[in-house]
DNA sequence: CACCCGTGGTC
DNA sequence: TGACCAAGGGT
């Protein structure tokens, strides 16, 4: 759950996942709904499918026995270097060496290393750490110096006056501790517009969900998603764009979200369709009570308070033109 | 190696 | 308001 995420935020979706699903085998077998509700807040829903895989080896190839070193740790799904190490090392006592953001950044300062958002610059970094790790306890070793990252070394205004380690740090030395490390180079952010698209039954005031295939969000269930030039092929339906808008943020893109209300008559759409719309097999139709306790993700739910807050009731509805 | 991916908190 | 980013991993 920690990776690339706030340990604040973390912290109580951690508690209320481990009291849903206490043992391996519960996240093994659990259902991916169950899953995703217990990860939503927590963005990146594949880690938590990953997690899931991991269980699942864990379960069904390892029968159900826990692997007992980094090494093997780095088999399971969704577990790499970092999660390796810090498994191998505060749990089996293992002399492997976390590097996380924060490591990094102690380090490069320690060292007054600048070139450490390469490979060449980690393989220092783990050199180094690989040397001075001690037999004796590493695990607290790493949650040291990751800690030490998190509240003294930080990315601005690093406490260096309190800093146990102040004396041996060549940044510091060097009164070069603003460029070490260097801000590390990122994507430029990309403007999206995005279109939600709401397939409203209004006879029954049901509306669609559905299993994303592909794009934002795949694998996730929700609001079939598309873009603006996609859109003419979803003519045939009137689709009746709201006036509206809500903004969003996935990675590097700056999403500006559109609904487009799109009311039916059957309950379903076919095959061509489905697949323009990047959708699988199966709509959900349900009320507006059901929905809100289904949807999962932050992009949903923006979309969804921005439907309701048009179409609540019939006459703003009317005067929407919703009333086809 | 480059690129992909979600969200809530913070300043 | 909005840019920035966090106990990274998969492809």
Not at 174 to 194: A, F, G, H, Q, Y
């Amino acid at each position: 759950m920690s990776q690339q995420t706030t340990l604040a935020v973390v912290l109580p979706k951690f508690a209320q996942f481990v009291q849903q699903l206490p043992t391996v085998d519960d996240l093994a077998n659990c259902d991916e709904e169950t899953l995703h509700r217990l990860w939503a807040g927590l963005g990146y829903y594949a880690r938590a499918r990953n997690l899931k895989k991991g269980a699942e080896f864990i379960v069904n190839r390892l029968n159900g026995r826990f692997p007992q070193s980094y090494r093997e740790w780095l088999q399971i799904p969704g577990c790499g270097d970092y999660t390796a190490a810090a498994i191998a090392s505060i749990c089996l006592n293992e002399k492997v060496p976390c590097i996380d953001g924060n490591v990094i950044r102690v380090v490069s300062r320690l060292l007054a290393l600048q070139d450490v958002w390469n490979t060449a610059g980690r393989s220092r970094i783990q050199d180094y750490l690989t040397q001075v790790i001690p037999s004796d306890r590493p695990g607290d070793f790493n949650q040291a110096m990751m800690e030490l990252g998190a509240t003294i070394c930080r990315k601005t205004k690093p406490r260096c006056d309190i800093c146990p380690l102040q004396m041996q740090c060549l940044a510091y030395a060097n009164n070069c501790i603003e460029i070490c490390p260097p801000k590390k180079p990122r994507r430029v952010l990309v403007d999206t517009e995005l279109f939600v698209l709401i397939f409203w039954h209004r006879q029954t005031d049901t509306l669609a969900i559905g299993e994303r295939t592909d794009g934002f969000l795949a694998k996730t269930i929700g609001f079939p998603l598309t873009i603006a030039h996609q859109l003419s092929k979803l003519d045939r339906w009137q689709p009746l764009q709201l006036p509206g808008k809500f903004t969003h943020a996935i990675a590097h893109h700056r999403i500006t979200g559109r609904i487009c209300v799109i009311q039916l008559n059957s309950n379903d759409i076919d095959i061509s369709m489905r697949q323009h719309l990047a959708l699988s097999k199966t709509l959900h139709w349900m009320n507006r009570l059901d929905l809100s306790a289904k949807l999962l993700t932050a992009l949903d739910r923006k979309a969804f308070q921005l439907f309701q807050n048009y179409t609540y009731s019939d006459s703003i509805c009317e005067q929407l033109a919703l009333n086809l």
